[in-house]
């Protein structure tokens, strides 16, 4: 495939945020030499360099209570080379839909011969597990939390365990297979162009089509999106004396990581970690508070914005779950230490004028779930090998 070379990057201490590449063609066809000309603005990246990095890809697929035919083709937009982890919230009462998400699985898996896990995120076994290797933040009650960050920090762990080197994230809500595609092969550029080991892809949709009155309008930015952007980025400012917009992809749902990197940074509860790994990422590395890890401030962290192709199509939960989803969203960014009283002032305005908090509230602070590496993982590989092999859909 063939990417923009990053032509523009903001630096905040040890961390590179690019700003967004753009797609020039999503198939480069075979292997042939570049032109010395065609390389100063373009990278091609070879179809062979993207199986081995999808080799070594695991794709979380956190999955609530969604229709099983968009399960089904979000899995069929998944590189053969990828390891799915399904991790599932659905209900399992009188309608067990995990056991339908399992026996849909099962079936991709039977006539692609391929494997795949499935777990759910309230077994029990995976609870006691994690308790007993010193992971018990991501419990309540004795179970995991609900919520898809827990979903997603349970795939790490997973994918940690199966020793795979990247892990990415694509919602089972995906109306468009081929979006699916694009996302994991824009990983995988973003992985392949990256110099350090420590690398973050987060994919920006190019347009959210809305079906209107008038027809179909596409969309470019998210309303929430937009408020996270924007005061994300003018916290970078602060900390640099220059106004920058670099940051476009805060909500960014479809994203990646080498798991060096998801294993170092703390996450937030619920609907709040797309945000929340940048800001850890910015608090770990960016210089201005404690170091978290001297390696990776010497290699440097590197976040890749790509902009897709495919436009964006999912389920639309309504207002309600938008409102959901930018009080977190600007909590994390309220009660991050990087964040100065004028800041502060600016995000309970906005909250204030879109009626998500009352006029002498505070955002509440979201749940953290500390970094992976906290885990022993031998000893959750102990306890989990057996559970592991009875949740591994073999072909
Ligand atoms: P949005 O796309 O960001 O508006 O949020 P969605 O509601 O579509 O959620 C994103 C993905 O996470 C979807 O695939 C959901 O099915 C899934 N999801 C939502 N809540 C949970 C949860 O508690 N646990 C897990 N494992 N997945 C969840
Ligand atoms: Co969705």
Redesign the pocket.
């Known amino acids: 495939m063939r990417i923009e070379k990053t032509r523009y990057t903001e630096r905040f201490g040890a961390v590179k945020i690019n700003e967004v590449q753009k797609v020039l063609e999503l198939d480069s066809g075979r292997r042939s030499e570049s032109s010395r000309k065609e390389e100063v603005a373009v990278d091609k990246i070879e179809e062979e360099e993207m199986r081995d990095i999808e080799e070594m890809m695991t794709v979380v697929v956190p999955i609530r209570d969604e229709k099983l035919k968009l399960f089904e083709g979000v899995l069929s937009g998944i590189p053969h080379n990828c390891l799915p982890i399904v991790i599932s919230n659905s209900q399992r009462g009188k309608v067990d839909r995990l056991k339908m998400e399992r026996d849909t699985l099962e079936q991709f898996c039977h006539f692609t011969q391929r494997q795949a896990i499935i777990a759910h995120q309230k077994d029990f076994e995976l609870a006691q597990a994690l308790e007993r290797c010193g992971y018990s933040e991501i419990l309540e009650e004795g179970l995991v939390r609900d919520g898809k960050s827990e979903g997603m920090v349970i795939g790490i762990l997973l994918a940690l365990l199966l020793k795979k080197k990247y892990v990415a994230f694509i919602?089972a809500?995906n109306y468009i297979p081929g979006a699916v595609l694009e996302h994991i092969r824009n990983f995988a550029a973003g992985f392949a162009t990256a110099r350090s080991p420590y690398v973050m892809v987060r994919n920006l949709w190019h347009y959210k089509p809305k079906i209107e009155e008038e027809g179909l309008y596409f969309k470019k930015w998210g309303r929430i999106s937009e408020a996270s952007n924007k005061y994300i980025n003018s916290l970078i400012s602060t900390k640099s004396g220059f106004d920058t917009e670099v940051v476009k992809t805060a909500n960014s749902?479809e994203h990646a990581m080498s798991l060096e990197l998801a294993s170092i940074i703390p996450y937030a509860s619920g609907f709040a970690s797309e945000v929340q790994e940048l800001m850890s990422i910015f608090e770990g590395f960016g210089g201005v508070l404690p170091q978290q890890d001297p390696q990776a401030v010497e290699e440097g962290v590197e976040i890749f914005q790509i902009e897709t192709r495919n436009p964006h199509l999912?389920?639309e939960?309504g207002k309600e779950h938008r409102a959901e989803m930018l009080l977190p969203s600007l909590s994390v960014v309220y009660h991050s230490p990087l964040a100065e009283p004028e800041l502060k002032q600016q995000i309970c305005e906005e909250l204030r004028s879109q009626k998500l908090l009352g006029e002498d509230e505070e955002p509440q602070k979201p749940k953290t779930i500390p970094p992976p590496q906290m885990v022993a993982l031998e000893c959750l590989g102990r306890y989990l090998w057996e559970y592991l092999s009875g949740h591994l859909t073999l072909k």
């Open positions: 919602d809500d749902g999912h389920e939960k």
